[in-house]
């Protein structure tokens, strides 16, 4: 008896390591995105006002004045390490929705504009890349800053913030405390006259 019994253990090891299966591969788990996720409407902006490469940084209420708007960027690739913190931007777009309609309330591209002239401290020299921070606060909105990038510059260049001025509804560079507005120029010299 105790050898039968004896012999039905071995045997029943014995197939159970027979019929145990080769591991399986892990299932595979689903990639989870860091980033949340930009709704079509601000993705289609996007690529209306800068083509399919540009990326969406900001959205929602971002002047807060009740309307829709959007920060998007042609953003460099791989930006280079440098001393001052950003991203490094070809181009950019503060937009707003305008029942249905997107319109351009700051491009920067070579200079800084809105749709009243060429915002002040503006370099007069075209400038082919922008060092850009930004921040959102509940309070006052979208605050940004754009530095010029140039190649083998010794001298440090201060950023120039532009926010969005309540009383002239419109986004506005800032003098170099970041407390008051500065006006637009129609033309370059005289946006970077107010500097000197």
């Known amino acids: 008896m105790l050898r039968s019994l004896l012999m039905t253990f071995v045997v029943g090891l014995t197939l159970a390591a027979c019929s145990s299966e080769a591991p399986r591969p892990a299932e595979p788990v ?3 995105t860091t980033e949340a996720a930009v709704p079509e409407e601000y993705k289609d902006a996007a690529t209306a006002l800068l083509g399919s490469e540009a990326q969406v940084l900001l959205y929602g209420d971002l002047a807060k ?3 829709k708007q959007v920060l998007i960027a ?3 690739p791989n930006t280079p390490k440098s001393t001052v913190a950003g991203t490094v931007v070809t181009r950019a777009v503060v ?7 997107w319109k351009e309330l700051v491009r920067v591209d070579e200079y800084l504009k809105n749709g009243s002239g060429y ?3 503006t370099p007069l ?3 082919t890349g922008w060092k850009l921070q930004y921040e959102n ?8 800053y754009f530095t010029p990038v140039s190649k083998g510059a010794t001298e440090k260049t201060l950023p120039i913030a532009v926010r969005w001025n309540p009383d002239k509804k419109r986004y506005q560079s800032m003098d170099l405390s970041y407390q008051h507005f ?3 120029s129609a033309t370059l010299e005289n946006a970077r006259s107010r500097l000197r």
């Open 74 to 76: 042609d953003v460099v």
């Open 125 to 127: 020299t075209p400038v």
């Open 65 to 67: 004045n009740g309307k």
């Open 119 to 121: 915002l002040a401290l």
């Open 30 to 32: 689903e990639k989870k």
């Open 137 to 144: 606060t509940s309070e006052q909105g979208m605050y940004l």
């Open 95 to 101: 937009a707003e929705n305008d029942d249905g309609n």
């Open 182 to 184: 500065l006006g637009e």
